[in-house]
Structure formats: C-alpha cells, structure tokens
T-cell receptor
Framework: DQQVKQNSPSLSVQEGRISILNCDYT??????FLWYKKYPAEGPTFLIS?????DKNEDGRFTVFLNKSAKHLSLHIVPSQPGDSAVYFC?????????FGKGTHLIIQP | DGGITQSPKYLFRKEGQNVTLSCEQN?????MYWYRQDPGQGLRLIYY???????QKGDIAEGYSVSREKKESFPLTVTSAQKNPTAFYLC????????????FGQGTRLTVV
C-alpha cells in the first residue's frame, strides 16, 4: 500500500523555466510533508517542508503547495537551473519516521 | 563538524555471510533510521529507533537486525536470511520523529556476490 505516490518517474524542463513536481497521498491524517533532493550514490538532502495547517511554503526558488481536499502536493522550482537535475522525493512525516514516494528524476535541459 | 557518518562507502560480501553497516551521528538526535534504496523503488524503511535501547520494525525488516545501545550509534546487520541484500543503504537521524526533517548519511553500497 503506497501511502505517498509520485506518478511521474521523470520530468524534463528547459533551464530558466518552472519545474513542477507532483505528489499524491492517501491518508488525510498525514500532517507533515517534506521534499528531498538526491544525487546518485549520495544521501538525500532536505529541501523544504509543509505542515497541513498551511497550504504554501516558500524558500528561495522552491515553493511547496498543499491541496488537502485533493490530497496533493507539488514542488515548484523557479527558475530551474542545471544543478537542479536530480531525483526528487516527496515524503510524509509521522511517528514512524518518513515514508517516501518512488521519486521523480528531474532533468534540466540547457 | 556535526553530521551523520556511514561507513564504509562500498562493501562486498559473499552470499550467506552476515555483514554490519555502521551509522554514527554527533547531532544529538534522538531518532535514527535505516532505509534501503533499490532502482525505481524509492526509499523503504527497514528499522527505526526513537530512543536508546528501543527500536521498531519498518516496512521491510525481514532479514535485518539493529541495536541502539548508544544515542550516537545505530548499526544495521544484514543477515543471511535477507533474500536480496544487494542495495544502497541509507542511515538518517532527526531530533524527533514527528515534525522534523531527517538528515541522511552518504550511504553504503552493499554488493553480495
């Protein structure tokens, strides 16, 4: 039973444009969501989080939106840069740690 | 320098042997976790510990064992009962389990031949 779903295995975006990564979740009781970025053969690094009492959180080029009625969150990266090419994981936070989606490979084209 | 350290980076073992992966943190975090990453599978939780001398099974605990004798250390043993041990293993820690991001180590690539 996949609690957190990332339905796009990969996404290609032109440098300078907006990247939008999507994530759906199944349990409306989840109250904390996070986005991580991962390069090959390295550990994930934390990007941004959002709690269910908010519908938006912004940090520099990164913004996360939470739509509770649709059980959907998205990560917007504006503008996209070459260094943003990586795998992005969304996760829900809970008492048993983080549950991750399968990830979306973002490729930034020059 | 505060952080979380996994060693070694690469590990090779023969089939049927137990192997222990090290994870140490000096962040004074209470919670520690072990995840496994396989291609196309994301990160799956093996075990987690919220406090010293206590740990809980995650989604894929079969064939693994852990201990938490010290706050700083959370070693993972991959036993011969684990059917597909070859994977990338990630250790993480967080101040608490809820409402905080987890910080990850650099991972250990285990290859069983």
């Amino acid at each position: 039973d996949q609690q957190v779903k990332q339905n796009s295995p990969s996404l290609s975006v032109q440098e300078g444009r907006i990247s939008i990564l999507n994530c759906d979740y199944t349990n409306s009781m989840f109250d904390y969501f996070l986005w991580y970025k991962k390069y090959p053969a390295e550990g994930p690094t934390f990007l941004i989080s959002i709690s269910s009492i908010k519908d938006k959180n912004e940090d520099g080029r990164f913004t996360v939106f939470l739509n509770k009625s649709a059980k959907h969150l998205s990560l917007h990266i504006v503008p996209s840069q070459p260094g943003d090419s990586a795998v992005y994981f969304c996760a829900r936070g809970g008492a048993d740690g983080l549950t991750f989606g399968k990830g979306t490979h973002l490729i930034i084209q020059p | 320098d505060g952080g979380i350290t996994q060693s070694p980076k690469y590990l090779f073992r023969k089939e049927g042997q137990n192997v222990t992966l090290s994870c140490e943190q000096n962040l004074n975090h209470d919670a520690m976790y072990w995840y496994r990453q396989d291609p196309g599978q994301g990160l799956r939780l093996i075990y987690y510990s919220q406090i010293v001398n206590d740990f809980q099974k995650g989604d894929i605990a079969e064939g693994y064992s852990v201990s938490r004798e010290k706050k700083e250390s959370f070693p993972l043993t991959v036993t011969s009962a684990q059917k597909n041990p070859t994977a990338f293993y990630l250790c993480a820690s967080s101040p608490r389990t809820v409402g905080y991001e987890a910080f990850f180590g650099q991972g250990t690539r285990l290859t069983v031949v």
